[in-house]
């Protein structure tokens, strides 16, 4: 059974930084292309970055780009989000994804609230 937990959300100031991790089972999670997504109530799921199952591509928003790193550790199946130089606009709950035989499977997300 495919099991996702995000961790690491909170209250930062504007400028600040925060890294979230999401935790894996139940696949081989070393064979899955991962993502994060972030969404604000009253808005739709939007791509924040993903990244290749070895680690070595990665893609991102474009206004997350030199702002946010995606990156993974398949020995600890962990996928990770850094985030740097955060903004109010960053405020959402972010939550990771897989894609498995056509299926997406979700976390539960943790929310991550920039403010001063």
């Known amino acids: 059974q495919v099991h996702l937990v995000e961790s690491g959300g909170g209250l930062v100031q504007p400028g600040g930084s925060l890294r979230l991790s999401c935790a894996a089972s139940?696949?081989?999670?070393?064979?899955?292309?991962m993502s994060w997504y972030r969404q604000v109530p009253g808005k739709e799921r939007e791509l924040v970055a993903g990244?290749?199952?070895?680690?070595?591509?990665?893609n991102y928003r474009e206004s997350m780009k030199g702002r946010f790193t995606i990156s993974r550790d398949n020995a600890k199946n962990t996928v990770y989000l850094q985030m740097n130089s955060l903004k109010p606009e960053d405020t959402a709950v972010y939550y990771c994804?897989?894609?498995?035989?056509?299926?997406?499977?979700w976390g539960q997300g943790t929310q991550v609230t920039v403010s001063s």
């Open positions: 990244i290749s199952s070895t680690g070595e591509s990665t």
């Open positions: 994804k897989l894609v498995r035989w056509g299926i997406s499977y």
């Open positions: 139940g696949f081989t999670f070393s064979t899955y292309p």
